[in-house]
């Protein structure tokens, strides 16, 4: 069992900067997908993005060339880093782990961007 562990989450003026990141409690393995996800209430989860094993990586339209999610196997964390923040970035963002079949998701941590 992977427990996943998100740090990082505020309140950011827009135009602003947060970096959140992402504790595995255990190996994150060498096949594994990992990625981060934001909801708001009344709406999906939404994918943010997403990184392989190779640090291949994907992103929403919505935030390519402003968010950079980046992979550390040695110490099993995953971090987002999140430039010129808008209000609708405000959302619950979580953490996930795709690995050997078994998905597992952090518990969330709150980004509120005011305007």
């Known amino acids: 069992q992977v427990q996943l562990v998100e740090s990082g989450g505020g309140l950011v003026q827009a135009g602003g900067s947060l970096r959140l990141s992402c504790a595995a409690s255990g190996s994150i393995g060498s096949s594994s997908l990992m990625g981060w996800y934001r909801q708001v209430p009344g709406k999906q989860r939404e994918l943010v993005a997403t990184?392989?094993?190779?640090?291949?990586?994907n992103y929403a339209d919505s935030v390519k060339d402003r968010f950079t999610i980046s992979r550390d196997n040695a110490k099993n964390t995953v971090a987002l880093q999140m430039n010129s923040l808008k209000p609708d970035d405000t959302a619950v963002y979580y953490c996930?782990?795709?690995?050997?079949?078994?998905?597992?998701w952090g518990q969330g941590t709150q980004v509120t961007v005011s305007s």
């Open positions: 996930r782990l795709i690995r050997y079949g078994y998905d597992y």
């Open positions: 990184i392989t094993s190779g640090e291949s990586t």
